[in-house]
């Protein structure tokens, strides 16, 4: 049986990085993909750990040749998932994770309509720039410029929140990290074909609660920190507008 595409999307600074590697030292039969980027290094990050790291024209070509599943220019840089991560876990059977942005993320939905996405949000604006900051200051480079282009750009990625499946809320990190399990873990009980086990319902109930339908009290406080409004000007979650479906 084919594994399940599982695309995870955040604004930068949120937790999502975090969370996929407390995840990845729980859940077996997950495969990470790593991404191509014309972004420098950060810190300890390492070729072929983290990212493979290119040049522009580089990765001009490896576009040009059909190699990117997906690509987008995110705060500057591109950055693409290369087909291959796909096939590879395909042929494997196994369930492959994709780390990216909003605009990637809306590419691969397009083709992989059965793909499961997942926005992580933070509390709220402070609490994103603390993150940052820190995270900065713990790779040894703050970059004010970098910091203000990702702060900035964080609203208008959170508005795209509800073309995903599922939000978390990144507050309480062990929180978090157990509901990203559970998502995976539920999604792979509704696509086994067997029958869900009874022990399994504790993971259904955590994983249902953060699907997009159940999370409106959740969402409330967090978009109207980030002044997410409608176009009259008063504070809306969005799919109150669209969703009866849901
Ligand atoms: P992203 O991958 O979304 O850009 P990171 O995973 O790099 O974000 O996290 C940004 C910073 O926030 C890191 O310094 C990380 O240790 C910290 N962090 C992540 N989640 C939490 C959390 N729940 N509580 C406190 N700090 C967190
Ligand atoms: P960072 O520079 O902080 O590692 O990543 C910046 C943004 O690029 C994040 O939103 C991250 O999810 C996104 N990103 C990382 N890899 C890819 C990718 O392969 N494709 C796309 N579209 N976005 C990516």
Redesign the pocket.
């Known amino acids: 049986m084919a594994g399940i595409l599982f695309i995870i999307s955040?604004?930068?600074?949120?937790?999502?990085?975090?969370?996929?590697?407390e995840v990845r030292k729980q859940l077996t039969g997950i495969d990470f993909s790593i991404s191509w980027t014309t972004r420098t290094p950060r810190g300890s990050e390492q070729h072929g750990r983290q990212y493979y790291f290119t040049t522009r024209a580089e990765f001009e070509k490896m576009r040009d040749a059909g190699e990117f599943l997906e690509y987008a220019e995110v705060f500057g840089n591109y950055y693409g998932t290369s087909r291959r991560s796909l096939e590879e876990a395909t042929a494997a059977g196994r369930d492959l994770l994709l780390?990216i942005d909003v605009q990637g993320a809306a590419q691969v939905r397009k083709v992989c309509p059965q793909s499961v996405s997942i926005f992580?949000l933070?509390p709220n604006p402070k609490?994103l720039r603390?993150?940052?900051r820190?995270?900065s200051r713990?790779e040894g480079q703050i970059n004010e410029a970098v910091l203000y282009l990702?702060l900035s750009e964080a609203s208008s990625e959170i508005e795209k929140y509800r073309d995903y499946d599922y939000i978390l809320v990144?507050?309480?990190?062990?929180r978090?990290v157990a509901q990203l399990e559970a998502i995976i873990q539920s999604e792979r009980y509704y696509r086994c074909g067997q029958e869900i086990p009874i022990k399994a319902s504790r993971v259904l109930e955590i994983a249902a609660a953060c699907r997009l339908a159940n999370s409106r009290e959740r969402l409330q406080p967090v978009l109207e920190s980030f002044g997410i409004l409608n176009p009259s000007g008063q504070q809306l979650l969005k799919f109150e507008e669209d969703s009866d479906d849901d």
């Open positions: 955040a604004p930068s600074g949120s937790g999502k990085s975090t969370l996929v590697s780390d992580v933070p609490v603390t993150r940052l820190n995270r713990a990702r990144n507050d309480v990190l062990d978090a």
